[in-house]
């Protein structure tokens, strides 16, 4: 990304401005959906037969309603209690403080909840707080993904000069456990798959990798590792499963989705930020998004042949 008039390496704290991101902004309102207080208890029966424990449901009654006790409590103070239990470090405690004031009075004053009631049900509340906070952070970081990578002003490259690249030691390569099948593969780059089942559409993508006449090696893609490659998107990072250098120089990133997952939301989002990789590359890399058989009836290896060969 280029940023402050010099290239930098995209990462999550770029997509969110701090112009852009305020909580305030954002509706101070819980439905009842998110955060509700049902005062009920269960009643069972439990007895002993012989040597058997038996229990029996009997019902569920409310129990006392208590909204007109008095309480010592005011919405400042229970906010005040709040803001040190729903603390988050992505927004300024003076900020979160003011949401949570508003909140609770919605709460108060428009859905008429007593606060006696939002004191005794706090601990419920603060998880329904914390929810909603980060949902609405989740929501401005992913407006700033788009609006950084794919915006009509995005400045995007893909620039090997910060390109990552793997350790040539293998006591680097921090696999969990290791490939333990029969397939002796011919391209691997370090001594050791690691992470790959010796059976499976996975197992069966990396065969096609292997056997591709215009691989000269490849690596299975760990996830979640500083050793690995990566690309951005707008909750975390996608780590392909499949990262493969070609004969001519250029690198082909594969990512294999079985059919439950091939038109999901993240399947989209992971196609989208690897085609923009591709497109960026100046041609030096290919992004696939392989499954079993696609919309042209290719199997994996016909739909990884064609990709190389620019079909």
């Given at each position: 990304?280029?940023?402050?008039?010099?290239?930098?390496?995209?990462?999550?704290?770029?997509?969110?401005?701090?112009?852009?991101?305020?909580?305030?902004?954002?509706?101070?309102?819980?439905?009842?959906?998110?955060?509700?207080?049902?005062?009920?208890?269960?009643?069972?029966?439990?007895?002993?037969?012989?040597?058997?424990?038996?229990?029996?449901?009997?019902?569920?009654?409310?129990?006392?309603?208590?909204?007109?006790?008095?309480?010592?409590?005011?919405?400042?103070?229970?906010?005040?209690?709040?803001?040190?239990?729903?603390?988050?470090?992505?927004?300024?405690?003076?900020?979160?403080?003011?949401?949570?004031?508003?909140?609770?009075?919605?709460?108060?004053?428009?859905?008429?909840?007593?606060?006696?009631?939002?004191?005794?049900?706090?601990?419920?509340?603060?998880?329904?707080?914390?929810?909603?906070?980060?949902?609405?952070?989740?929501?401005?970081?992913?407006?700033?993904y788009q609006t950084k990578l794919f915006g009509p002003k995005a400045a995007v490259e893909t620039n090997y000069e910060y390109g990552f690249s793997y350790p040539t030691d293998p006591f680097l390569y921090p696999a969990h456990w290791y490939y333990k099948g029969r397939y002796d593969w011919n391209k691997k780059y370090y001594p050791l798959v690691g992470e790959l089942d010796s059976d499976g559409e996975e197992f069966e993508c990396a065969q096609a990798i292997d056997r591709n006449m215009a691989v000269r090696c490849w690596v299975r893609n760990l996830s979640k590792s500083d050793y690995s490659f990566k690309l951005?998107?707008?909750?975390?990072?996608?780590?392909?499963?499949?990262?493969?250098?070609?004969?001519?120089?250029?690198?082909?990133?594969?990512?294999?989705?079985?059919?439950?997952?091939?038109?999901?939301?993240?399947?989209?989002?992971?196609?989208?930020?690897?085609?923009?990789?591709?497109?960026?590359?100046?041609?030096?890399?290919?992004?696939?998004?392989?499954?079993?058989?696609?919309?042209?009836?290719?199997?994996?290896?016909?739909?990884?042949?064609?990709?190389?060969?620019?079909?």
């Amino acid at each position: 990304m280029f940023i402050d008039g010099q290239w930098e390496v995209a990462s999550k704290s770029w997509f969110l401005d701090p112009s852009d991101w305020n909580l305030l902004k954002y509706p101070t309102e819980l439905t009842e959906n998110e955060f509700s207080i049902h005062q009920e208890a269960d009643t069972w029966l439990i007895d002993v037969q012989g040597k058997h424990l038996t229990t029996k449901f009997l019902g569920s009654e409310t129990l006392f309603d208590l909204s007109d006790a008095p309480t010592n409590w005011t919405v400042n103070q229970l906010s005040q209690g709040l803001e040190r239990k729903v603390r988050q470090d992505f927004v300024r405690p003076e900020v979160l403080l003011e949401f949570l004031r508003k909140t609770i009075t919605y709460l108060n004053e428009q859905r008429i909840i007593p606060l006696s009631n939002l004191v005794r049900g706090r601990f419920i509340l603060e998880k329904a707080l914390r929810d909603k906070v980060k949902s609405y952070y989740d929501d401005s970081m992913a407006k700033g993904y788009q609006t950084k990578l794919f915006g009509p002003k995005a400045a995007v490259e893909t620039n090997y000069e910060y390109g990552f690249s793997y350790p040539t030691d293998p006591f680097l390569y921090p696999a969990h456990w290791y490939y333990k099948g029969r397939y002796d593969w011919n391209k691997k780059y370090y001594p050791l798959v690691g992470e790959l089942d010796s059976d499976g559409e996975e197992f069966e993508c990396a065969q096609a990798i292997d056997r591709n006449m215009a691989v000269r090696c490849w690596v299975r893609n760990l996830s979640k590792s500083d050793y690995s490659f990566k690309l951005p998107t707008s909750t975390d990072y996608f780590y392909p499963d499949f990262v493969a250098l070609l004969n001519d120089g250029r690198i082909l990133v594969v990512e294999y989705k079985g059919k439950p997952y091939e038109t999901n939301d993240d399947s989209k989002e992971k196609i989208n930020i690897g085609e923009l990789w591709e497109s960026k590359s100046n041609g030096k890399g290919l992004f696939l998004m392989a499954v079993k058989r696609d919309a042209k009836g290719r199997d994996v290896y016909r739909q990884i042949e064609d990709k190389v060969s620019g079909k």
